[in-house]
């Protein structure tokens, strides 16, 4: 019910939903902690802007970054100044697990959009792949997308902001994803052939058709590539074997067929991450297509 009083509001008060635009075609997930775990300052904030958007060239712009939390390390405090310093648009994950952390990243945000304005959203999305962990309900992770347009839109009167969900391709297709599908202006979803364990050789056409399996199922929404990639070091998994040249040979696999489509795409990620932990951090450590120090590691033409 609180789900239907929200979008009756919305559709009384006239909100256009206009379609994402990136400022370039490529774009590339950040983490917000330095090598040595500490958080990112606003000076390390722009020397990471800096550096992406160097990599453009002919067919790649590189010109926005993926965020994975608004309030972890303070981090649109540190970063939205850096971005508008840089000309950097930065693409907002609201994290909304557990529920006091929502509520948290929610209020980091509008305090964002309150004292630099919009200027520096690229677009908007709620959660990360929490219906793939089980740790949010659909319903409730639709109706905190609510939430969040209710403010950006209406609040703080940003209608043509983008908003909306990110998840893998498998819980995209589900039934049960149908109600988030339903109140997202857009869909970002993630896949990894090297988590399914697939040789580097078929990598790229088994992402290409998890992709357009998302893309034929959801007709009606902007589609964007949330998170792809390859570790260059690490463990191995199954036949997703770990190296520099495999990570070359995604990103030419992968990427490039992406860019020629016109199809956005947040690469993950930019730089590797030693501060990483958890179950995969070992490998996680190693999926930036530059290393600690910024230093590409492999050539992002095509």
Not at 42 to 63: A, C, G, K, L, P
Not at 159 to 182: E, F, M, N, R
Request: proline share 5%; charged share 20%.
């Amino acid at each position: 019910m609180r789900i239907c009083v929200v979008l009756v509001s919305l559709l009384s008060l006239g909100v256009v939903y206009t379609s994402p635009v990136l400022t370039g075609n490529v774009g590339f997930n950040i983490g917000h902690k330095r090598a040595d775990g500490a958080c990112k300052t606003t000076d390390d904030w722009i020397e990471d802007f800096r550096t992406i958007r160097s990599w453009s060239h002919d067919m790649v712009q590189v010109n926005t970054a993926r965020l994975f939390s608004t309030s972890d390390c303070f981090n649109l405090k540190n970063a939205v100044p850096a971005a508008q310093a840089t000309y950097i648009k930065i693409w907002v994950t609201i994290w909304a697990t557990p529920k006091d952390k929502y509520i948290r990243e929610r209020d980091e945000l509008e305090y964002a959009i309150r004292t630099w304005g919009t200027d520096w959203i690229a677009g908007i999305n709620v959660g990360s792949e929490h219906l793939y962990q089980g740790s949010l309900k659909p319903a409730t992770l639709a109706r905190y997308i609510n939430q969040v347009k209710m403010l950006v839109k209406v609040t703080l009167g940003a209608p043509h902001i983008a908003i909306g969900c990110a998840d893998t391709w498998t819980q995209l297709v589900s039934p049960a994803t149908k109600i988030v599908l339903g109140v997202s202006d857009v869909v970002l979803t993630n896949g990894f052939p090297y988590w399914q364990g697939i040789p580097i050789e078929a990598a790229g056409g088994i992402f290409t058709g998890n992709f357009n399996t998302v893309k034929n199922l959801i007709p009606d929404k902007p589609i964007i590539v949330g998170e792809t990639g390859w570790p260059s070091a690490g463990p191995s998994f199954k036949g997703g074997q770990t190296s520099v040249a495999n990570l070359q040979r995604y990103w030419y696999d992968t990427a490039c067929p992406l860019v020629m489509q016109g199809i956005p795409v947040f690469w993950f990620s930019a730089f590797d991450e030693p501060a990483k932990d958890g179950e995969n951090g070992d490998v996680e450590k190693h999926f930036g297509v530059a290393s600690v120090d910024r230093h590409l590691k492999i050539s992002l033409n095509c």
